[in-house]
């Protein structure tokens, strides 16, 4: 890959995926995008924020390389005001907006913001953290109504723009990724029920993740896959 990269969110995954990335792809010029970690090569970015969002475009547009490959790995499971439901009477209207804010509006928003940079004749690749909870098909559990719900969302969304990118740019390509359960912020309340061996280190997540997004063609986009690169059913 060569180009300008951007990996979007500081979180564990992001960052780490910034460091292999940068580390990895000689010719990538990698930036990662968030609100409050410094990166040796960092942008100030809240995807919530539209006004952040056409800050992003500026910066793009006055760039010197051509557009590459933007992953999201921006998302929210649980904050100060949000807290996965466990049952039907902790939904609350409130809890939904949160959820649904960082984990399906950002992503798609995100997409419109970059669009205009994406080349027509050459492979572009936009990939965003997903989670395999947002499977319908695959939901035995049931709660975290509003996590489950953003991310279901995302997927549709992204599914849709792969369609209509398919047409605008034939070489591009969308993949929704399932990092496994990997130990983060994120998911650090709820380690305590996850065998060790299933619980992966940001560094394992990163190469799984990388691995897959460069094993992609064009004929894959608007697919879900998991770390392992087998597909999750919607
Ligand atoms: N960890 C897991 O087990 C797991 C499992 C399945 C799926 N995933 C998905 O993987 C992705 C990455 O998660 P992670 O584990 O790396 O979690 P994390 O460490 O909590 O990182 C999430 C990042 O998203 C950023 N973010 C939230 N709102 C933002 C905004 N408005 N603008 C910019 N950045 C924002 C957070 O930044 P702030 O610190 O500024 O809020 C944080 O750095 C998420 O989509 C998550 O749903 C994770």
Redesign the pocket.
């Known amino acids: 890959m060569e180009g300008l990269a951007l990996v979007i969110?500081?979180?564990?995954?992001?960052e780490q995926l910034f460091k292999d990335l940068t580390s990895k792809s000689k010719n990538l010029d990698v930036v990662l995008c968030?609100?409050?970690k410094r990166a040796s090569s960092f942008w100030e970015?809240?995807?919530?924020s539209q006004n952040s969002l056409d800050d992003l475009k500026n910066k793009i547009r006055n760039h010197s390389s051509k557009l590459r490959l933007v992953i999201n790995?921006?998302?929210?499971?649980h904050s100060p005001t949000l807290n996965p439901e466990k049952r039907l009477q902790h939904v609350q209207k409130e809890n939904l907006i949160e959820s649904f804010s960082?984990?399906a509006f950002?992503p798609i928003l995100l997409a419109k913001t970059i669009e205009e940079f994406i080349p027509k004749d050459s492979y572009f690749n936009f990939a965003s953290?997903s989670?395999r909870v947002g499977s319908i098909g695959d939901n035995k559990t049931g709660g975290w109504y509003s996590y489950r719900a953003a991310k279901s969302a995302q997927n549709q969304f992204l599914k849709s723009l792969s369609i209509e990118w398919g047409r605008k740019f034939p070489k591009s390509i969308i993949t929704l990724l399932?990092?496994g359960?990997?130990n983060?912020?994120?998911?650090k309340p709820f380690q305590k029920f996850v065998p060790e061996n299933k619980l992966f280190s940001t560094e394992k997540a990163s190469k799984y993740l990388i691995d897959i997004l460069m094993k992609q063609i064009p004929e894959n986009s608007g697919k879900f896959f998991a770390w392992d690169g087998s597909e999750i059913v919607w």
């Open positions: 969110g500081c979180g564990g995954i992001g968030g609100r409050d970015l809240d995807i919530e790995a921006t998302g929210r499971l960082i984990n950002a953290l989670a399932h990092p359960t990997v983060t912020d994120l998911s």
